[in-house]
């Protein structure tokens, strides 16, 4: 079985400032990894996933995920965020050749003016 | 291409009534799934089907809880008798079949039970 940690439950930040959300999985077999954005009052939207290949992912509003196997994380980060960026983010693990996800609480992120 | 749809957006009942709600997957998507998804909580799989069957529903509440899918696109999900726990969102969400595919999420149905 796997299961997912997300250690912060909010992360005030101010606009422009970085950002880090961080995230912990367990599983005893190998895993695909994603993180989801929930904007309120709508369903999730996949932000990026980690499938193979390079540890490091991207996704298109400069938001990014490194895989450290090592360590079982899969933190997100961003270096400069934006008001529009509040939302509900969420981290979630698949075991390859499996397709249901196990989501961990969510991180309630905050930007500030 | 449309996204999936979930029906109704909102539903307030009280406890030990029934209530039920209606998910229409993306075109061509093999996969769906619904999530409960409790406030200040992840979502949980309840119940997963491939076309028309049942791939995993072990975390569904059977004494009280039922899904189907009878043609392998839509499908329902109902509550009988709901409970005062059972108030959360829930998610729909299709993919297509097979391994690593991503999965599309509806707006969800928030229940309310008083």
């Known amino acids: 079985a796997q299961s997912v940690t997300q250690l912060d439950s909010q992360v005030p930040v101010f606009e422009e400032a970085p950002v880090e959300l961080r995230c912990n999985y367990s599983s005893s077999v190998s895993v695909y990894l994603f993180w989801y954005v929930q904007y309120p009052n709508q369903g999730l939207q996949l932000l990026l996933k980690?499938?193979?290949?390079?540890?490091l992912v991207e996704s298109i509003n400069g938001f990014e995920a490194e895989f450290n196997k090592s360590q079982t994380s899969f933190h997100l980060r961003k270096p400069s965020v934006h008001i529009s960026d509040t939302a509900e983010y969420f981290c979630?693990?698949?075991?390859?050749?499996?397709?249901?996800?196990?989501f961990g609480q969510g991180t309630r992120l905050t930007i500030n003016p | 291409e449309a996204g999936v749809a979930q029906s109704p957006r909102y539903k307030i009942i009280e406890k030990r009534q029934s209530v039920a709600f209606w998910c229409n997957p993306i075109?061509?998507?093999?996969?769906l799934y619904w999530y409960q998804q409790i406030l200040g909580q992840g979502p949980k799989l309840l119940i997963q089907?491939?076309?028309?069957?049942?791939?995993?529903d072990s975390q569904l509440p059977k004494d009280r809880f039922s899904a189907e899918r009878l043609k392998g696109v839509d499908s329902t999900l109902k509550i009988q008798p709901a409970k005062l726990e059972d108030s959360a969102v829930y998610l729909c969400?299709?993919?297509?079949?097979?391994?690593?595919?991503?999965?599309?999420f509806g707006d969800g149905t928030r229940l309310s039970i008083l």
């Open positions: 089907f491939q076309n028309n069957g049942v791939v995993d």
């Open positions: 969400a299709s993919s297509r079949q097979g391994d690593n595919q991503p999965q599309h």
């Open positions: 075109s061509g998507h093999a996969t």
């Open positions: 979630a693990v698949s075991a390859q050749g499996a397709q249901k996800l196990v």
């Open positions: 980690y499938l193979s290949g390079s540890t």
